[in-house]
C-alpha cells in the first residue's frame, strides 16, 4: 500500500509560479509510474503531468509552462509550474500506477494510488 501526501498548493496571482510536492510513502516508489492531475470545480479529473519511467508526458494545456521530475532515493515527486492562468485553478492530486499500468500513463484509471489533493488557485 503506497501513501502520497501532497504539499505546496496555495493561491497565486496570473502569470506566477507554484512548486507542488508529493511524498510517498510504503511501496518500492521507484517501481510506480508517477503523475499528477487536477480536477475543476464542477469538471472530471484530467491528467496533467506523468513521469512513468525517465520520460515524462504532458498535457497539450500545460506543455512549456510546468514540469513534473522525480527523486527516487527521496522517494518524491514535483510538479513545477510557470505562467499560471485561471484555468489551471483546480485540485491538484498526485497519483502513483503499479509497474504493470505504467503504459497507461495519461489514464486516470490506471492510477491505484491518490493523495488528498491539494488546491491551486489562480488570481487575475
Known amino acids: 500500500q503506497v501513501q502520497l501526501v501532497e504539499s505546496g498548493g496555495g493561491l497565486v496571482q496570473d502569470g506566477g509560479s507554484v512548486r507542488l510536492s508529493c511524498a510517498a510513502s510504503g511501496g518500492i516508489f521507484y517501481t510506480y509510474g508517477m503523475a499528477w492531475f487536477r480536477q475543476a470545480p464542477g469538471k472530471e479529473r484530467e491528467f496533467v503531468a506523468a513521469i512513468p519511467w525517465g520520460n515524462t508526458y504532458y498535457a497539450d494545456s500545460v506543455k512549456g509552462r510546468f514540469t513534473i521530475s522525480r527523486d527516487n532515493a527521496k522517494n518524491t515527486v514535483a510538479l513545477q509550474m510557470n505562467s499560471l492562468n485561471a484555468k489551471d485553478t483546480a485540485v491538484y492530486y498526485c497519483?502513483?500506477?503499479?509497474?504493470?499500468?505504467?503504459?497507461?500513463?495519461?489514464?486516470?484509471?490506471?492510477?491505484?494510488?491518490w493523495g488528498q489533493g491539494t488546491q491551486v488557485t489562480v488570481s487575475s
Open positions: 497519483a502513483a500506477a503499479r509497474q504493470a499500468d505504467r503504459s497507461r500513463w495519461s489514464d486516470v484509471g490506471a492510477y491505484s494510488y
